[in-house]
């Protein structure tokens, strides 16, 4: 019996194009009584929502900041961003890129990972050696930029 394992012109979705995921990065100011287990606990609810939203991502938090990256289908992010917004856990939420043009995760085993301040650099110099679109790595370094603007590291990445 022959199989034949290639789609076949008539199948439904044949010849789309991949579905396009949205990337955000923001960071915001944790509210004061934000401790570790505050955030472990936003760690257990976004692990627990982004699996069954399929979005991926990382959040950093250090000196009561926090970093965040989001990728996933466009209307779980902006779902997502609307519950962040009214989070009182955080406030003065700026975002540092918004696109919509990858369907490469930069994150796809992380439904939530949470990065220590300190390890973040090696986790975004790491994801920069990879060869991802030039809006990834516009991102990665906007992140990096404002990481050491507001955590006052040295910028030992500039290019
Ligand atoms: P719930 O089941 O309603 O809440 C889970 C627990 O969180 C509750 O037990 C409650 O104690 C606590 N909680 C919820 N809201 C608040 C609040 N405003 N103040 C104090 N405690 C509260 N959610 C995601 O799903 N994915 C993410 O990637 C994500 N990232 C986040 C990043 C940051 C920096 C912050 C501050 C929050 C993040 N959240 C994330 C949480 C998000 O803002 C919503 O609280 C959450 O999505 C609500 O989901 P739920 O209804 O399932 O949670």
Redesign the pocket.
């Known amino acids: 019996m022959h199989s034949n394992t290639f789609p076949s012109y008539d199948e439904p979705g044949f010849g789309r194009p991949p579905s396009l995921l949205f990337n955000v990065v923001y960071c915001?100011r944790?509210a004061a009584g934000v401790d570790a287990t505050?955030v472990d606990?936003?760690i257990a609810?976004?692990r627990?929502?982004?699996a069954r939203?399929d979005?991926t991502?990382m959040?950093v938090f250090g000196e009561g900041i926090?970093f965040?990256w989001?990728e996933g289908p466009r209307e779980s992010i902006m779902d997502?961003m609307e519950?962040?917004r009214?989070?009182?856990?955080?406030s003065q939420i700026v975002m540092l890129s918004a696109v919509e043009e990858s369907n490469e995760r930069l994150f796809p085993q992380w439904d939530?990972e949470l990065v220590e301040a300190e390890e973040i650099r090696v986790v975004l110099i790491d994801a920069l050696e990879d060869d991802h679109q030039p809006s990834s790595m516009d991102a990665l370094r906007a992140m990096l930029a404002e990481l050491d603007a507001r955590l006052g590291t040295p910028s030992s990445l500039k290019a």
């Open positions: 915001s944790a505050a606990q936003i609810t976004s627990r929502n982004n939203l979005i991502g959040l926090f965040q989001l997502l519950r962040l009214s989070d009182s856990r955080h939530m």
